[in-house]
């Protein structure tokens, strides 16, 4: 038996709908092996806060080995994986094909998923998961002034983190009654698609939760740089939540209901010669990796994976055949650049970086380190300041450069860091970055 692995890591379909998956010994038992891997190891000590929670509960016990915790305690180190997955895909030596067979955040989920179904959860953790309703109600004309307003006041924040828990100092996004649907519906224009390698030159925008009621300029922003580029785009024609945020609470049965909306409609659009992408690396990751691995039989979740792209990675791919316009009037300066976790682990290199860089005259510094934000974990009170610890070391680089502009793929994790930056004001798409270069 080998010590580590040096080959490419692979997946294990996620066995959620057999009888073994939700057995509560047998989750224990495998936590407590694998527990005892990462103990060997500790090698994944400064990704987030699930392995110091690990190693403290070891330390501390009688025997100073994974035998001497209590298994209730388990959930502890569960509680606190926000399935980043950079453990996985950056880190651990053990995980597939070695003999250890080690998926450290699938079985988070699988935890997750069983102390779910066991206990259900909180209102606030259903209802931060449940990006659909509540995004949808509080994007409402008049009552998105009046959310925005109350969000920005220091003395509702107080209430309600006693309240809901949902600390005082987290940011909370804006919401937007003039949505990205209905910005970018009057600038979708017909244009002549260009097959380019695996790219067929036709995508549909899968505007996502965050990007439509949250960012919705950043809708516009895609637009008018794929039609630059010669690329027909349009929106998906509906959608509701990738389910991201149901998995990671460990709802499988949401997960499920959502992919039942969802894979319809995109495996249309792949039937009608469209290509996939979405302006948020997490909803990426879902149907790149996430659905497949939970519907490895399922032909159309298997046919929407093929046709799902990063916008960058698509980007970079015309470029590669010749087809990206390289002619930018304006420079970009010094740009930051923190590269999303769910982006990272795609397995498709800096494509934003790489494409940025081909403005003249601009410095793209790519800081590979989390944000700790999650969507949910940066805005819980108990976990708010893990999170603040996590993200610190970026925020130091990102001050220590000082740039021009700051980014991030991940709207959220931008926001995190900016608002936790002394030099730093804003945080920006990459995407608008790009079309600021082009002038458009």
Not at 15 to 24: D, V
Not at 82 to 88: E, F, H, K, Q, R
Not at 358 to 376: K, M, P
């Amino acid at each position: 038996m080998r010590e580590g692995s040096l080959e490419a890591p692979t997946r294990h379909p996620i066995a959620w709908k057999t009888e073994a998956f939700w057995n509560k010994d047998a989750l224990n038992d495998e936590l407590a092996r694998v527990y005892d891997i990462c103990h060997g190891c500790r090698r994944c000590v400064s990704l987030c806060d699930s392995f110091p929670t690990l190693f403290d509960l070891i330390d501390e016990s009688d025997t100073f080995e994974v035998d001497g915790v209590a298994k209730e305690d388990y959930i502890k180190v569960v509680d606190q994986c926000y399935m980043c997955d950079l453990c996985y895909m950056t880190k651990c030596p053990y995980v597939p094909p070695h003999d250890f067979n080690v998926d450290f955040p699938h079985l988070m989920l699988r935890a997750k998923a069983a102390k779910f179904k066991e206990h259900g959860a909180s209102f606030r953790d259903k209802t931060l998961t449940s990006t659909d309703t509540v995004f949808a109600m509080t994007s409402i004309p008049l009552i998105d002034v009046t959310v925005n307003a109350l969000n920005s006041n220091n003395t509702f924040r107080k209430a309600l983190e006693t309240t809901l828990d949902i600390h005082h100092d987290a940011p909370i996004p804006t919401f937007h009654a003039n949505t990205l649907r209905k910005r970018v519906k009057s600038q979708i224009k017909a244009l002549d698609a260009t097959p380019i390698g695996a790219t067929s030159g036709k995508v549909a925008l899968y505007a996502t939760c965050y990007g439509n009621y949250n960012s919705p300029e950043i809708g516009e922003d895609f637009v008018k740089v794929f039609q630059h580029n010669g690329i027909h785009i349009d929106l998906v024609p509906k959608e509701k939540c990738c389910g991201m945020p149901k998995l990671e609470l460990g709802d499988l049965d949401a997960v499920d209901a959502l992919k039942a909306v969802n894979i319809p409609v995109l495996a249309k659009l792949v039937d009608d010669g469209y290509d996939l992408i979405a302006p948020i690396p997490s909803c990426v990751l879902m149907y790149k990796q996430e659905l497949p691995l939970m519907y490895p039989d399922d032909p159309d979740v298997l046919k929407v994976q093929k046709a799902f792209f990063d916008p960058f990675e698509y980007l970079w791919l015309r470029h590669k055949g010749q087809a990206f316009n390289t002619t930018f009037p304006n420079a970009l300066g010094n740009v930051a650049y923190q590269v999303a976790c769910h982006q990272r682990v795609q397995n498709i290199g800096l494509k934003t970086r790489d494409i940025l860089a081909l403005v003249q005259d601009s410095d793209i510094v790519a800081h590979e380190r989390c944000s700790g934000h999650d969507g949910t974990y940066a805005v819980k009170k108990e976990t708010r300041e893990k999170s603040v610890k996590i993200a610190r070391p970026t925020v130091r680089k990102v001050d220590a450069q000082n740039p021009d502009h700051f980014i991030s793929d991940c709207p959220m994790a931008g926001t995190q860091i900016a608002h936790l930056s002394e030099k730093v004001d804003k945080a920006e798409h990459p995407m608008t970055l790009l079309r600021m270069a082009y002038g458009i």
